[in-house]
Nanobody, 129 residues
Framework: QVQLVESGGDSVQAGGSLRLSCAASGDTYRSYCMGWFRQAPGKEREGVAAIYTGGSSTRYSDSVKGRFTISQGSRKNTLFLQMDNLKPEDTAMYYC??????????????????????WGQGTQVTVST
């Protein structure tokens, strides 16, 4: 079992930055995929970024590539999402997820949220014009 707690969500103006954190506890010694997903009202949950905790491979959705950076802490029990040049369309509840299997040694799923076993409660990000 893995417990996840997100923090760092806030209200910012377009062009601003935020850094989300996800503290993991429990069975964190295993290597698996962790990711950030988001869901805006009336929209489906969307994969934003993913990382394999056993290596350094990362994946990003096209909508955030070049603006967001996913990383893990030195002890691998903390996940970060640095979000720069935020846009109003980034407004959503952001969720940390963990426990997805890695494919081919480095590929983590982004579109298949059901692959992730563990989820946090979410942290709200609101970007205004």
């Amino acid at each position: 079992q893995v417990q996840l707690v997100e923090s760092g969500g806030d209200s910012v103006q377009a062009g601003g930055s935020l850094r989300l954190s996800c503290a993991a506890s429990g069975d964190t010694y295993r290597s698996y995929c962790m990711g950030w997903f988001r869901q805006a009202p009336g929209k489906e949950r969307e994969g934003v970024a993913a990382i394999y905790t056993g290596g350094s491979s990362t994946r990003y959705s096209d909508s955030v590539k070049g603006r967001f950076t996913i990383s893990q802490g030195s002890r691998k029990n903390t996940l970060f999402l640095q979000m720069d040049n935020l846009k109003p369309e980034d407004t959503a509840m952001y969720y940390c997820a963990a426990g997805a299997p890695v494919f081919g040694g480095a590929w983590c799923p982004l579109t298949r949220s059901n692959d992730y076993k563990y989820w946090g409660q979410g942290t709200q990000v609101t970007v205004s014009t």
